[in-house]
């Protein structure tokens, strides 16, 4: 259905009159005539009787005449979506995160976006960094907020947004809790609740390294993907884990958070975004540019 002719019915239907509605269209009345005979043609019925002061609607030209609205609104909200679509400033931004970016990433960047972009339908899905970047890679998702070190191959680039060192959670009832801070040398005989390897790479490397940074293979009593599940099980008391810093934001009545004393510079991870070059959508670049406010060097 050519929504061309669409807008003529209707202008015409308002005015019931050729002259007029040739005016307000721009066109002129021999077209406007010629665009309602094919569209009484299409539909096989006559829409208006033609009248010696101008035209009226038939039975079928009033029917007719509600579907015409809806379908000229709706034909005028997709163009809209479109356009907005195009600039960035509509349609969908499917954007994947990671479990710890609850505590200030999300809480800073998504009022900010949605500021800015309005139009903007935000899909947000909780993943682990590793299904993250598949899912970019496939073309599933169109930002993602990781966790890095990222130990998977990816072509992604990567913005870092937040830095966070190392801190020591363990059970409130733990004989180091009584300390302020804790060396990392201090708990080469403590078990552990470790990431799992597969799914949260990046964590698992990053800590294990800082134990055998301190001399130390980390033992591993319990693995588990996401932080809190890692507070939850050390809440349990089935080991003691290192953390992101920014996860002391997940109170747990049972779990104390120390210093780790001897840090090195290395005893940290990020939360980074991550994007695949080329294939941003409009709304993924506005994204990324309000992202870049964010970003720390």
């Given at each position: 259905m050519d929504?061309?002719r ?7 239907a308002e005015?019931l ?11 002129a009345?021999?077209?406007?005539s010629?665009s309602?005979q094919?569209?009484?043609s299409?539909?096989?019925a006559?829409l208006?009787e033609?009248?010696?002061?101008g035209?009226?609607?038939?039975a079928?030209?009033?029917a007719?005449l509600?579907?015409?609205r ?7 909200q ?5 356009q907005?679509?195009a600039?960035?400033?509509?349609g969908p ?8 970016t609850?505590y200030?990433?999300?809480p ?12 903007v339908?935000?899909v ?11 899912a970019l890679?496939e073309e ?7 966790r890095?070190?990222l130990l998977q191959?990816?072509?992604?680039e ?5 830095r ?7 059970p ?6 009584s300390?302020?801070?804790?060396a990392?040398?201090d708990l080469?005989?403590e078990p552990?609740?470790?990431?799992n390897a ?9 800590a294990?390294?800082l134990?055998?940074?301190?001399g130390?293979v980390a033992q591993v009593?319990?693995?588990a993907?996401?932080?809190?599940t890692?507070l939850?099980?050390?809440e349990?008391?089935?080991?003691v884990?290192?953390v992101p ?7 747990e ?8 004393a ?10 980074a975004?991550?994007?695949?070059p080329?294939?941003?959508?409009p709304a993924a ?5 309000v992202?870049?406010?964010y970003a720390?060097?």
């Amino acid at each position: 259905m050519d929504l061309r002719r669409l807008r003529h019915f209707h202008v015409l239907a308002e005015t019931l009159n050729f002259s007029r509605a040739a005016e307000r269209l721009h066109i002129a009345q021999p077209a406007l005539s010629v665009s309602i005979q094919k569209l009484e043609s299409e539909l096989g019925a006559r829409l208006f009787e033609r009248m010696p002061t101008g035209v009226a609607l038939t039975a079928s030209g009033q029917a007719v005449l509600i579907e015409a609205r809806r379908m000229l609104y709706h034909g005028e909200q997709m163009l809209r979506l479109a356009q907005d679509t195009a600039q960035g400033t509509g349609g969908p931004l499917r954007i994947g995160f990671v479990g710890s970016t609850i505590y200030s990433v999300l809480p800073a960047l998504v009022p900010a976006f949605r500021a800015e972009y309005p139009g903007v339908e935000l899909v947000l899905r909780e993943l682990t960094s590793y299904r993250i970047v598949e899912a970019l890679a496939e073309e599933g998702l169109d930002v993602g907020i990781v966790r890095t070190p990222l130990l998977q191959s990816s072509t992604a680039e990567l913005l870092t947004l937040q830095r966070d060192p190392f801190v020591l959670a363990l059970p409130s009832a733990h004989p180091l809790a009584s300390r302020e801070t804790v060396a990392v040398k201090d708990l080469a005989r403590e078990p552990f609740v470790m990431y799992n390897a597969a799914e949260a790479g990046g964590l698992h490397g990053a800590a294990m390294a800082l134990c055998q940074w301190a001399g130390f293979v980390a033992q591993v009593a319990q693995e588990a993907t996401q932080v809190p599940t890692v507070l939850a099980l050390v809440e349990s008391g089935l080991g003691v884990a290192l953390v992101p810093a920014v996860t002391r934001g997940q109170r747990e009545p049972g779990v104390v958070y120390r210093e780790l004393a001897d840090l090195p510079p290395s005893g940290e991870t990020t939360l980074a975004l991550a994007w695949q070059p080329g294939l941003q959508t409009p709304a993924a670049l506005r994204f990324i540019e309000v992202a870049r406010r964010y970003a720390v060097g």
